[in-house]
């Protein structure tokens, strides 16, 4: 289901089955249809505007780091209770935001099984992924909610901003609630699509009726293999939730909702479902409210300014005009733009998504054959997982209780070993083949010189995350938001 913006008439895809079946109809053409299509129309807005509010927090939030840093460098005084402020604003913009992210298909998840099956039999395991979904997130959000509400009985307020506890576990459950109705919708919106194709005849039923069996013996798999085993080990039943849970993924269910539903459903096999639904209910917000998460849309925020300011253009204009005149040296420019964009975003996708949109069409000018093209994007784009500040040392660092500072003193020489690896081994292709990547045309020291110097931001924004980390002046998350 995509919803379009917000002054366009609402639409709703129905999932397009395989080739040589009938066309799928537009919603509404049936009961499926019509339930979806009225599903969209009602939570679009509300999950819209939510998702506004979750990026203005964003916003408030790096400004309110900025605020306090600035208070305690210069005045030596911080402001009190920014930690607990920090992450009780990270619950607000991850729940408001959560719902809106499924509307708009963004959630991640791995098409690499899923792309070659048919429409048809991917929507079916969709219809059934949207049923578990709806299950696992509407009980968080009723576990939520009843969490408030005796949050609310407690009177339960925090140390420092005194802020109640229950509005907090209030927006848990409005956040994980909007995303359960969310799927619903979306799996009428998959049975809407099964409906035309089958036009209404029995083996519509029969596939309805196969949905529910799946869905179920999903849900209550962990009971039914207890009566089953009752005696089965503990790392045998570990062993067969992992396969489980990498058997979904590959099949599309979202990688965050794969590893919730398979850890619910082993913990009913071995603490029983009383227990697993009362850890459920304590780690829908305790996972969240960590005040060091806060670096992610930190360093997220950093990324999407920097895309819409033109750096990733100008990094690889800069590239070009130093490596365009080697065999395949826009493709080696392109490597090197990936490096310089992973040193001021920490993100891959963002990475090879920003790059790519300014090289590709650039290499195809120069016909570039296609593989090294698209090679040399992805290639480059996966620096940003390792050259600082990457958001996977931040999260590794997080969980495993390590220094993020020093971990991205560690990514710095590794990432450049590696991004000099990718370029020397592109170079070295264009050379036995110069078909691959032909020489581009040369340009004057001058144009050279102002190229380099247009990427100064980049180096100045480099220099000031890694040095304030590294001198003790910032913690990462301070680095993040200034």
Request: hydrophobic share 55%; proline share 4%.
């Amino acid at each position: 289901m995509t919803p379009q913006d917000s002054d366009a008439e609402i639409e709703i895809d129905i999932p397009q089955l395989e080739s040589g079946g009938p066309p799928a109809a537009e919603a509404g053409d049936d009961a499926f249809g019509a339930i979806a299509r009225g599903i969209h129309g009602i939570l679009d807005p509300v999950c819209r505007y939510l998702c506004y509010a979750a990026a203005v927090l964003t916003l408030l939030m790096s400004i309110a780091m900025v605020v306090d840093l600035v208070s305690r460098l210069a005045f030596s005084n911080p402001l009190s209770g920014m930690i607990e402020l920090q992450t009780f604003m990270l619950v607000f913009m991850a729940f408001f935001s959560i719902a809106y992210t499924m509307l708009k298909n963004q959630h991640v998840s791995v098409d690499l099984v899923t792309s070659m099956m048919s429409a048809r039999t991917n929507s079916t395991l969709q219809s059934v992924f949207s049923i578990w979904g709806a299950f696992l997130f509407g009980a968080m959000g009723w576990l939520s909610a009843s969490r408030s509400f005796e949050a609310f009985q407690r009177e339960e307020i925090s140390d420092i901003i005194r802020m109640p506890y229950w509005v907090l576990y209030a927006v848990v459950a409005a956040g994980t609630l909007l995303l359960a109705l969310t799927l619903v919708g979306l799996l009428f919106s998959h049975l809407s699509g099964l409906f035309q194709h089958f036009r209404g005849h029995a083996k519509f039923w029969t596939t309805l009726v196969a949905i529910v069996v799946l869905a179920v013996a999903g849900m209550f798999s962990g009971l039914a293999l207890k009566a089953i085993a009752p005696d089965l080990s503990s790392p045998a039943v570990g062993i067969l939730y992992t396969v489980f849970l990498m058997v979904i993924l590959l099949l599309g269910f979202p990688v965050g909702f794969s590893m919730a539903f398979a850890g619910l459903t082993g913990l009913t096999f071995l603490i029983g479902s009383d227990v697993a639904f009362n850890v459920t209910k304590i780690n829908t917000y305790d996972s969240v409210a960590v005040y060091f998460f806060c670096v992610i849309p930190f360093f997220l925020l950093m990324g999407f300014l920097i895309l819409h300011a033109g750096i990733g253009a100008k990094l690889y204009n800069a590239g070009i005009k130093v490596f365009g005149r080697l065999p395949g040296g826009l493709a080696v420019g392109t490597v090197a733009g990936c490096g310089g964009f992973a040193a001021i975003c920490g993100e891959s996708v963002a990475s090879a998504a920003t790059m790519g949109s300014v090289s590709i069409p650039e290499m195809k000018k120069y016909d570039y054959d296609d593989s090294l093209a698209t090679g040399a994007v992805a290639a480059g784009g996966t620096l940003g997982i390792l050259i600082p500040p990457s958001i996977g040392f931040v999260v590794y660092g997080i969980i495993t209780e390590q220094s993020i500072g020093k971990m991205f003193m560690a990514g710095i020489i590794p990432g450049i070993i590696l991004t000099l690896g990718f370029a020397f081994a592109t170079y070295i292709q264009c050379v036995i083949n110069p078909k691959l990547g032909p020489r581009s045309e040369k340009f004057p020291a001058h144009e050279i010189a102002r190229s380099i110097f247009d990427i100064w931001p980049v180096g100045a924004l480099f220099a000031a995350v890694i040095g304030g980390i590294y001198s003790g002046i910032l913690t990462p998350t301070e680095a993040g938001g200034v």
